[in-house]
């Protein structure tokens, strides 16, 4: 039996979008909470929890745009084609974004105003444009002769505008939730505050997505509520709920490191979810892994390369998170 190279590489990508989900995920729902808090202090404060970090964490981001498009080149063709916009605006908020957070810290007093309400601005439309691209990505495309033959408009509906609010709920609570870890005294106590009827809306958008996707694609929903398929994916929403029941439990007791790991947690769970109402199809409804693959040889002469890079990237992050461990006060600094 020969290795299975597509298998390979989708795992290597799924992984990635996975680590960029939740590593930008939570610096990305920092910029989403700056309207809740008004104190510059405690804005500071919040960005210096994610200073050291942030701009490394796109890195899984650039690693899955590349993945695609060397060993799936019909799925980055297609799923380009038909994202281009919504890619494109992702891209400009993570452009504002990053230029905010290093120009708010060197902007007089009187300007900084306007660097926050970029960094708000971008960080918003980042994450809502992600969530557009996604709920168009689970609709699915139309193909023709291996190319895409829709509109420059087809990604723009009413369930792709409500999965981009959805994920922008999903970032804020993860935000929140890391703050929660990273901070101390009464930022901690706001966020404590807020992660509460953060968590409540998640559940409540996490529903209706549930529900909406399968009634939406019969073909989901037969993978769903199908038998034997029923009793092997019930435990995802199961779960979930539980998940949530202990999130809330931990944010009332004041605790500061489990919010955070039951928030990944749910996080884990939704894309598993995901996962599942699309596996193996790499362009939705129909074109599988297999189908949208590279030839072997380039499939196997990337690999190689990857295999070496991913242990570097993953020791990098691991070492850079592990030196700035602990709490972030108003005493420490960005420079």
Known sequence: ?????????AVIIIFGIMMYVVMDGFDLGIGMLFPFIKDDRDRDVMMNTVAPVWDGNETWLVLGGAALFGAFPLAYAVVLSALYLPLMLMLVGLIFRGVAFEFRFKAK???????????????????????VALGAFIEGFKVVDRSYAGGSLDWLSPFSLFCGVGLVVAYTLL??????MKT???????????ARPLALVLLAVTGIVSLWTPLAHPDI??????????????????????TLYGLLK??????????????????????SGLGIS???????PSISIWDAAAPPQSQGFMLVGTLFIIP????????????????????????
Not at 225 to 241: E, T
Not at 258 to 268: H, K, M, Q, S, Y
Not at 278 to 284: E, M
């Open 175 to 180: 935000g929140c939730t890391w703050l929660i």
């Open 109 to 131: 007093a009187d300007k900084r105003h306007i660097w926050d309400k970029a960094f708000i601005g971008g960080s918003l439309a980042a994450t809502f444009f992600q969530g």
């Open 1 to 9: 039996m020969g290795i299975d190279l597509p298998l390979i590489w």
């Open 221 to 242: 929903a037969t993978r769903w509520f199908s038998l034997p398929n029923l009793f092997w994916f019930l435990p995802v929403p199961i779960l979930v709920l539980v």
């Open 250 to 271: 931990a944010v009332a007791r004041n605790a500061h490191y489990t919010p955070f790991l039951l928030t990944l947690v749910l996080i884990f769970l939704g894309y």
């Open 312 to 335: 570097f990237i993953l020791g990098y992050t691991f070492w850079s998170y592990y030196v700035f461990r602990g709490k972030v006060t108003h005493e420490d600094g960005y420079h």
């Open 184 to 194: 101390e005294g009464k930022l901690q106590e706001q966020m404590h505050n807020l």
């Open 278 to 284: 699309l596996w193996p199809n790499i362009i939705p």
